[in-house]
């Protein structure tokens, strides 16, 4: 499977972004799909996580009010949709498939393969 992110750059603090995750292949529908990101001189982290059919959703404290995942299945794209940006949003953001749905306990581990991402950049 391929994925290719696209969407970040530079926003001011308090501003919106969405990012899109364009997927290959025929199996897209059946992924448990999600975002992670790595800011600088930290680790990789969930930021948020979707099952397959795009009825339940999982997100990182830091981000809950603020980001929406969603997912089209039809075109085999995967969004972040990312409002009230703070500084420490900060990182490159990669879209990538999970081997099974964690729900509340959504892990990094729970995390097959992912792309090569996409930087986002929030100034102050």
């Known amino acids: 499977v391929q994925l290719v992110e696209s969407g970040g750059g530079l926003v001011q603090a308090g501003g919106s972004q969405r990012l899109s995750c364009a997927v290959s292949g025929s199996s897209f529908s059946t992924y448990q799909m999600g975002w992670l990101r790595q800011a600088p001189g930290k680790d990789l982290e969930v930021v948020a996580a979707i099952n397959w059919s795009g009825d339940d959703t999982h997100y990182a404290d830091s981000v809950k009010g603020r980001f929406t995942i969603s997912r089209d299945n039809a075109k085999n794209m995967l969004y972040l949709q990312m409002n009230n940006l703070k500084p420490e949003d900060t990182a490159v953001y990669h879209c990538?498939?999970?081997?099974?749905?964690?729900?509340?306990?959504?892990?990094?581990?729970?995390?097959?393969?992912w792309g090569r991402g996409t930087q986002v950049t929030v100034s102050s």
């Open positions: 990538a498939v999970a081997s099974v749905w964690g729900g509340d306990s959504t892990s990094l581990t729970d995390f097959l393969t």
